[in-house]
């Protein structure tokens, strides 16, 4: 049979993609080359009776359009309410993040009155900003270098969309170019205010940078990219584990008849007369279309499965440059016995046992963490983010047991870099001393356990240099530098070859819009629009 469509990968964005095509009437045909579907946005039972999510853990992004417009609720995307977050904070004990901004703000006000008075103001100045840059994730980036007729008219219809933009411009350069660190310092002065403000830009996204690498404020601003209060639901931990999403996409786009395949690797993009028409799978099978998408990296679909002969040399270059090594590692744990942070009772926080943990207690235990890995060796105090999501979900674990999943860094990567077993032990080692640490009555024995480094995110699920973005975010890679310039529109340069996933604007993490704006493109190409 000849699909009107082929997608060659079911991470979350193919399938976001091939759920608006087949929605729209085209016959979608999506290959997967893993034995299951959601990519880096997967449950895995890496041990027989727990339910682990190998790569995303948390849910934090995924655009309420989508949910809502793919009915995901219907095919059992649940998001739990998941309590706060807990952060040890040096000489002061474990501080709940309170959801809540007034009681945030007596917490911050441990450490300064200062501190406290602004945090709403900083929230206030955030939330301004937000909607601008929630309008640009689902903007198709246009080439700004081009004259035509058609790009110019492009260009002032962004700009009247954007027209946001313009007041708030500096506002929104401070943030894509200045470090973290720089930046809440504009706000806050207490360390410890910077430590838990600062922890998702200098560590927590898993970009391999620190507190005071230029560009890193932008991630400051990733909360402001989802509205969660709409029927779609907030954020936090997902029932079943991240995989769930993915599979729910997948049951919604099935009902258009979009065909899901496992266990389907595609050895090579069929390309005839400069067009793309089909896929042959590593079976020896092909899969006849009308056009292929690709889900894969940019990279790795056209430094693997493109044949050089279909694309300018030019544009394989820039891709070679196009990426990002991660160093940031996860370690899961089967556990019976749960880490206590003493003194949390007191702030109301039930029984002293949270269900995620960041461990960032000062600034310089963030500026350490990243000085080791420059120094070419494993943080000596990593930073961490360890959630037990069986709290919240007891469905994750057999009965009496848990589910811990960290996630921390950094860890050296790429060549000469050690990812075998024994780098495997002493990361655990290295992660369970930390975190008794601060709880030190936990005793840290674990039934199992499952360690993945950036050369297990590379082999086993595609992510270039295990890179969660499939390339980093900084300026030089983003909107319409992403992921080669002149190909930021989802196009590529083989006719009816088009990408849809985290190497795509408006980059990585469970959002869906890569594969939603990729879905426009493609119908805008057949000239329809989306159903
Ligand atoms: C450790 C880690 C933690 C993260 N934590 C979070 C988090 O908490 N929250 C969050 O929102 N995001 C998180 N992210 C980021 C997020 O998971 C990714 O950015 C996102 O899932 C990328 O989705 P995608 O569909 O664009 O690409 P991918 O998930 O990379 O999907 C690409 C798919 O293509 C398939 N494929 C590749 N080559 C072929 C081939 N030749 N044939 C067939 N199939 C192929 C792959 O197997 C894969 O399924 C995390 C990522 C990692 C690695």
Same mark, same amino acid.
């Given at each position: 049979?000849?699909?009107?469509?082929?997608?060659?990968?079911?991470?979350?964005?193919?399938?976001?993609?091939?759920?608006?095509?087949?929605?729209?009437?085209?016959?979608?045909?999506?290959?997967?080359?893993?034995?299951?579907?959601?990519?880096?946005?997967?449950?895995?039972?890496?041990?027989?009776?727990?339910?682990?999510?190998?790569?995303?853990?948390?849910?934090?992004?995924?655009?309420?359009?989508?949910?809502?417009?793919?009915?995901?609720?219907?095919?059992?995307?649940?998001?739990?309410?998941?309590?706060?977050?807990?952060?040890?904070?040096?000489?002061?004990?474990?501080?709940?993040?309170?959801?809540?901004?007034?009681?945030?703000?007596?917490?911050?006000?441990?450490?300064?009155?200062?501190?406290?008075?602004?945090?709403?103001?900083?929230?206030?100045h955030l939330?301004q900003i937000g909607p601008i840059f929630?309008q640009l994730?689902?903007?198709?980036?246009?080439?700004?270098?081009?004259?035509?007729?058609?790009?110019?008219?492009?260009?002032?219809?962004?700009?009247?969309?954007n027209?946001g933009l313009v007041g708030r411009f500096h506002d929104v350069a401070d943030l894509l170019t200045m470090?973290?660190?720089?930046y809440?310092?504009?706000?806050?002065?207490?360390?410890?205010?910077?430590?838990?403000?600062?922890?998702?830009?200098?560590?927590?996204?898993?970009?391999?940078?620190?507190?005071?690498?230029?560009?890193?404020a932008y991630?400051?601003l990733?909360?402001q990219? !989802?509205?969660?209060?709409?029927? %779609?639901? @907030?954020? &936090?931990?997902? #029932?079943?584990?991240?995989? /769930?999403? +993915?599979?729910?996409?997948?049951?919604?786009?099935?009902?258009?008849?979009?065909?899901?395949?496992?266990?389907?690797?595609?050895?090579?993009?069929?390309?005839?007369?400069?067009?793309?028409?089909?896929?042959?799978?590593?079976?020896?099978?092909?899969?006849?279309?009308?056009?292929?998408?690709?889900?894969?990296?940019?990279?790795?679909?056209?430094?693997?499965?493109?044949?050089?002969?279909?694309?300018?040399?030019?544009?394989?270059?820039?891709?070679?440059?196009?990426?990002?090594?991660?160093?940031?590692?996860?370690?899961?744990?089967?556990?019976?016995?749960?880490? !206590?942070?003493?003194?949390?009772? %007191?702030? @109301?926080? &039930?029984?002293? #046992?949270?269900?995620?943990? /960041?461990? +960032?207690?000062?600034?310089?235990?963030?500026?350490?963490?990243?000085?080791?890995?420059?120094?070419?060796?494993?943080?000596?105090?990593?930073?961490?983010?360890?959630?037990?999501?069986?709290?919240?979900?007891?469905?994750?674990?057999?009965?009496?047991?848990?589910?811990?999943?960290?996630?921390?860094?950094?860890?050296?990567?790429?060549?000469?870099?050690?990812?075998?077993?024994?780098?495997?032990?002493?990361?655990?080692?290295?992660?369970?001393?930390?975190?008794?640490?601060?709880?030190?009555?936990?005793?840290?024995?674990?039934?199992?356990?499952?360690?993945?480094?950036?050369?297990?995110?590379?082999?086993?699920? @595609?992510?270039?240099?295990?890179?969660?973005?499939?390339?980093?975010?900084?300026l030089?890679?983003l909107f319409?530098?992403?992921?080669?310039?002149?190909?930021?529109?989802?196009?590529?340069?083989?006719?009816?070859?088009?990408?849809?996933?985290?190497?795509?604007?408006?980059?990585?993490?469970?959002?869906?819009?890569?594969?939603?704006?990729?879905?426009?493109?493609?119908?805008?190409?057949?000239?329809?629009?989306?159903?």
């Amino acid at each position: 049979m000849k699909y009107d469509v082929v997608i060659v990968g079911a991470g979350h964005n193919g399938l976001v993609c091939g759920a608006y095509l087949a929605k729209a009437g085209l016959s979608v045909c999506v290959l997967e080359r893993r034995p299951l579907v959601g990519g880096a946005c997967a449950t895995e039972e890496v041990w027989p009776g727990y339910k682990v999510s190998t790569a995303a853990h948390m849910l934090g992004l995924l655009q309420p359009r989508v949910i809502l417009d793919l009915e995901l609720q219907k095919f059992g995307y649940e998001v739990l309410a998941t309590p706060p977050i807990v952060q040890p904070i040096e000489g002061a004990g474990p501080i709940v993040l309170w959801r809540e901004t007034e009681r945030l703000v007596q917490q911050f006000a441990r450490f300064s009155a200062k501190d406290a008075a602004a945090y709403p103001r900083y929230l206030q100045h955030l939330a301004q900003i937000g909607p601008i840059f929630r309008q640009l994730m689902w903007e198709i980036p246009f080439d700004p270098s081009v004259m035509g007729v058609g790009n110019l008219r492009d260009m002032a219809m962004f700009a009247w969309r954007n027209r946001g933009l313009v007041g708030r411009f500096h506002d929104v350069a401070d943030l894509l170019t200045m470090s973290a660190y720089d930046y809440l310092s504009r706000w806050f002065e207490s360390d410890a205010v910077k430590a838990i403000m600062g922890y998702y830009p200098a560590g927590g996204s898993g970009q391999s940078v620190g507190f005071h690498t230029e560009g890193t404020a932008y991630f400051l601003l990733r909360g402001q990219l !989802r509205e969660n209060h709409t029927p %779609a639901g @907030g954020t &936090g931990l997902v #029932r079943g584990g991240m995989g /769930t999403v +993915a599979e729910a996409i997948a049951r919604s786009g099935a009902r258009f008849g979009m065909q899901t395949r496992i266990d389907a690797e595609v050895e090579r993009v069929l390309v005839e007369d400069g067009k793309a028409v089909g896929v042959a799978l590593a079976n020896g099978d092909e899969v006849r279309a009308n056009l292929v998408i690709s889900n894969a990296s940019a990279r790795h679909t056209f430094l693997n499965l493109v044949d050089k002969s279909a694309v300018p040399s030019d544009f394989r270059t820039k891709l070679d440059s196009f990426g990002g090594r991660a160093t940031a590692f996860k370690v899961h744990l089967a556990v019976t016995d749960l880490p !206590r942070l003493e003194g949390i009772e %007191a702030s @109301g926080f &039930g029984e002293g #046992r949270p269900s995620q943990i /960041t461990i +960032a207690p000062s600034v310089a235990w963030l500026e350490q963490a990243y000085a080791d890995l420059q120094a070419g060796m494993p943080s000596r105090r990593p930073y961490l983010t360890v959630q037990i999501p069986s709290v919240v979900d007891p469905t994750l674990a057999p009965a009496g047991h848990h589910l811990m999943s960290i996630y921390g860094g950094h860890i050296p990567s790429g060549p000469g870099a050690d990812h075998g077993e024994a780098t495997k032990q002493a990361v655990t080692e290295r992660v369970i001393a930390t975190i008794k640490q601060f709880a030190p009555s936990w005793s840290g024995e674990y039934l199992h356990r499952h360690v993945m480094l950036s050369a297990d995110y590379e082999a086993q699920f @595609g992510l270039p240099g295990g890179n969660p973005h499939h390339a980093d975010l900084t300026l030089s890679q983003l909107f319409f530098r992403r992921p080669v310039p002149g190909f930021a529109d989802h196009r590529t340069p083989v006719r009816d070859l088009f990408l849809c996933s985290a190497s795509n604007h408006p980059g990585g993490g469970v959002t869906g819009v890569p594969g939603y704006n990729a879905a426009r493109v493609v119908l805008r190409s057949l000239g329809r629009r989306l159903a």
